[in-house]
């Protein structure tokens, strides 16, 4: 694929995308498709049209009344997909999109690459798309910096869907690894991986713990990127779940729910995702994030249901359920970063709870914090990007949950089983320190509607953890 701009010399164009609004003026030719029924601007609609030997493609972005960041984000995600790309393609940004110019633009280019995204690396009949190229049109010489940066933020949400993607017998914690250095080699961030005695060497035992029980050995991830200029400045924490298979333990998952596992290092992918980008940019930030990689199997060296373990800042903890490891190897990883990374604040992305769908579905990622300002930046970085994040409340009685009589914490507190997970992952947070803790579970990924459906990664949070983080970073 290759982005082309205005100033570019091109031979021609096989398709040019248009967006249309329902109550814009229509044209002519379009007043006569609306007449018959069959373009009205509708959002995601899609109506294609010959005109001078090009193909032109106009898509609906619904009515200016309703039209925000959510509802463009899905005319966009609708009417690319309708539309084969491939060869020569020009998209006519000279449009009123109704809402923020700027913001308009941020999620156009994104959904434009996201649309370019197909996982068919096992398919021997898989498409190559190095023929395509993009042409932009219709913007000012401020606006070609958002569209190039909206392009690697939608780059970089393809890597994050295509290393949820990956099967588990392929994407082990070792290959992970191995991805996050060439990555981190091709971009310009610094990676460090500790094999599993250097692990225990730094005393992460519930991390270990939950990794006892496979053959694929744990891998645990340090990547950094400072840019130049915030050598002097804090950084910023964060930590990406990173189970690459959860067959849940002795507290074995049904098959039904096993199926889809490989999709458990989400939050790795994110904040991976999220490295990328900001390096790719050379962002100003100074930025540190941490995956714990292994897989959650059952053999005879595994833990058990009724054991007590130690975890890395020195509490223990009594493991009411084995599929409950998610916490387990996140409270390690927490505690590295904010003991020998010296974060200033952190955020952790994890698939964390199957309760979490059951707050928020699909559309929407419930979070805890225990800063209402880190939250409120969150929640303006996720609207920019099309990312809706929902704050649950923290009370006294669900931190007393995670309490044990037989050990300090543990990893089965009850319900709402979402907020006592993610309290029991930010043990180690001081209440001084901006924390932010995303549930993904919901969100990392959703059935395509296809005659055999498959699970499609959904790159979500890796955008708007790179708007966050540049913010914060300030």
């Known amino acids: 694929m290759k982005i082309l ?75 690319f997909k309708k539309i084969k790309l491939t060869g020569n393609i020009c998209i006519d940004l000279d449009i009123d999109f109704g809402i923020e110019r700027d913001v308009a633009l941020v999620i156009l280019t994104e959904m434009l690459i996201l649309s370019t995204y197909k996982f068919d690396y096992f398919k021997s009949d898989k498409k190559d798309i190095d023929n395509l190229n993009l042409l932009f049109i219709g913007y000012d010489d401020r606006e070609k910096q958002i569209i190039e940066e909206g392009i690697s933020v939608g780059e970089a949400c393809n890597i994050n869907r295509y290393l949820v993607d990956m099967p588990a017998n392929v994407m082990t914690p070792l290959r992970l690894g191995k991805e996050v250095s060439d990555l981190g080699d091709e971009n310009g961030f610094e990676v460090t991986l500790y094999d599993e005695t250097q692990i225990s060497d730094m005393g992460m035992t519930a991390f270990l713990a939950v990794s006892s029980a496979s053959i694929n050995s744990p891998c645990f991830m340090v990547m950094k990127y400072c840019h130049p200029d915030m050598v002097t400045k804090p950084s910023i924490g964060l930590v990406g779940k990173g189970l690459c298979y959860d067959a849940g333990g002795l507290s074995i998952k049904p098959t039904t729910s096993m199926v889809n596992m490989k999709t458990d290092m989400g939050g790795a992918a994110a904040v991976i995702g999220t490295m990328v980008a900001l390096a790719k940019q050379k962002a100003k930030v100074n930025v540190v994030s941490v995956v714990a990689a292994c897989e959650n199997l059952i053999s005879g060296k595994g833990y058990r249901p009724g054991d007590i373990i130690k975890s890395k800042g020195g509490k223990t903890i009594f493991v009411g359920n084995t599929d409950a490891e998610g916490r387990l190897t996140l409270i390690d990883a927490m505690s590295y970063i904010i003991d020998e990374e010296k974060v200033s604040k952190v ?128």
């Open 347 to 474: 955020v952790d992305v994890a698939t964390l709870t199957g309760a979490a769908i059951h707050c928020t579905g699909n559309v929407a990622t419930p979070c805890i914090s225990n800063n209402d300002d880190f939250f409120r930046k969150l929640e303006k970085n996720g609207e920019k990007n099309g990312e809706r994040y929902f704050r649950l409340p923290i009370y006294p009685e669900y931190k007393e949950q995670i309490k044990h009589g037989l050990a300090d914490l543990n990893n089965q507190a009850g319900h709402p089983g979402t907020i006592t997970a993610g309290l029991f992952v930010g043990a180690y947070v001081k209440e001084d320190m901006p924390w932010l803790h995303l549930d993904i579970a919901g969100t990392c990924s959703k059935t395509k509607a296809m005659p055999k459906p498959v699970e499609v990664a959904t790159g979500v949070a890796t955008a708007t953890l790179y708007s966050l983080v540049k913010e914060v970073a300030i």
């Open 5 to 79: 701009w205005k100033e570019d010399k091109f031979d021609e164009i096989n398709i040019k995308i248009l967006f249309v609004k329902e109550n814009d003026p229509f044209s002519k030719r379009l007043k006569e498709y609306k007449n018959i029924g069959l373009f009205e601007g509708k959002s995601g609609q899609v109506i294609m049209d010959l005109k001078d030997g090009v193909m032109n493609y106009y898509i609906g972005l619904g009515n200016e009344v309703d039209i925000d960041s959510f509802s463009l984000k899905k005319a966009f995600d609708k009417g």
